[in-house]
């Protein structure tokens, strides 16, 4: 019997660039994609952390344009496609037009998961570009499978060649991934992809979910490399998908070598799973707040885990980092007022 192709997506250098506070260095990311175009990934992304022109006081200064990274990306990836990530209101549609003159050919537009409309002209305008262009809903945890569905339906309209789900705080258990999954899969007519965070270390487990609920895309980072406790691990997830019998086109042994030979010495800590992170998960707050909720704690002189937990009760998503600081100072004026 034939396998299952399964795509696999790597975001080591978008995502992971949250984990070295986006400085990434051409000669880094000429290392890094072209060890991925090499061992048989079919997707390499290559962005700041919060998608093109990310680069803000808000989110975290690039230390190099980001435009240059791209054009040093597409010299060495000549098997896989190459892809940006773009959040309508961050990046327009003329900063998409910039990234494909330099070397990308895939865009993934990413909105919170009930702001499917934002994304609409930024669909349209890539596929009139030549570019294959997926709609990528984030902070799924947020919405049930059917308005999920609902939302994913607008991305299909406009054009979109597929549909990512991303479990953007790390709170989805299995289940969670499956219900969603299998609700796309079987309402759309386009393929599903989806997209963890290991918040509760329960990354690889999404991902295996997903794949046996339908989802034919996956991302991944080597070494896990990404925002909050970081992504799947991607040399991780291609072992697991292959004694299950799947396949991923990847080479396996390089797929190691690339992650601990080329990502693992530049990786500013081990992405492991501490204190803070895994309160992400549990409170179900955007992954890459955390730097920012470090920051304020600090500045404040607050527990990282109470900020969590309130930015969690208020429900607040990505694009709104710049309250984190608001919200901290708010609750140091209470307890300075309860002294």
Do not use: W
Not at 12 to 40: N, W
Not at 130 to 159: C, D, N, R, T, Y
Not at 306 to 332: F, K, S, T
């Amino acid at each position: 019997m034939e396998k299952k192709r399964i795509h696999i997506v790597d975001t080591t250098l978008r995502d992971g660039s949250h984990a070295v506070s986006h400085s990434f260095s051409p000669e880094q990311v000429t290392a890094i994609a072209g060890g991925l175009d090499k061992v048989g990934v079919d997707i390499i992304e290559c962005a700041h952390g919060d998608g093109i022109t990310g680069s803000t006081f808000n989110y975290g200064f690039s230390k190099y344009d980001e435009m240059e990274l791209i054009s040093a990306a597409s010299k060495v990836i000549h098997n896989a496609k190459q892809c940006i990530l773009l959040i309508p209101g961050i990046g327009t549609i003329d900063d998409l037009e910039e990234a494909y003159k330099n070397g990308a050919r895939v865009v993934r537009v990413a909105t919170h998961c009930t702001e499917a409309d934002v994304g609409i002209q930024h669909i349209q305008a890539a596929k009139k570009m030549g570019m294959m262009a997926v709609g990528f809903l984030m902070m799924v945890h947020m919405a049930s499978p059917e308005k999920l569905l609902e939302q994913a339906k607008i991305f299909e309209a406009a054009g979109a060649d597929y549909i990512n789900l991303a479990d953007s705080a790390g709170y989805c258990l299995p289940q969670d991934v499956t219900d969603r999954v299998t609700a796309l899969v079987n309402g759309l007519s386009i393929p599903v992809g989806f997209h963890a965070h290991n918040n509760l270390g329960v990354a690889v487990a999404n991902s295996i979910a997903a794949v046996e609920a339908g989802a034919t895309y996956i991302d991944a980072t080597c070494r896990g490399l990404g925002a909050g406790a970081g992504n799947t691990q991607l040399e991780v997830l291609a072992a697991v998908l292959d004694r299950m019998g799947y396949d991923t086109g990847l080479d396996l042994y390089g797929v190691m070598d690339v992650a601990e030979e080329v990502v693992e010495p530049i990786m500013h800590r081990p992405q492991v799973i501490r204190t803070a992170p895994l309160m992400l998960g549990y409170a179900g707050v955007y992954s890459s707040f955390l730097l920012h909720t470090y920051r304020a704690a600090e500045k404040f002189g607050l527990n990282p885990r109470d900020i969590l937990v309130e930015l969690g009760r208020r429900r607040m998503v990505g694009g709104q980092e710049d309250m984190i600081v608001d919200v901290a100072y708010q609750m140091a004026t209470e307890r300075d007022g309860k002294k």
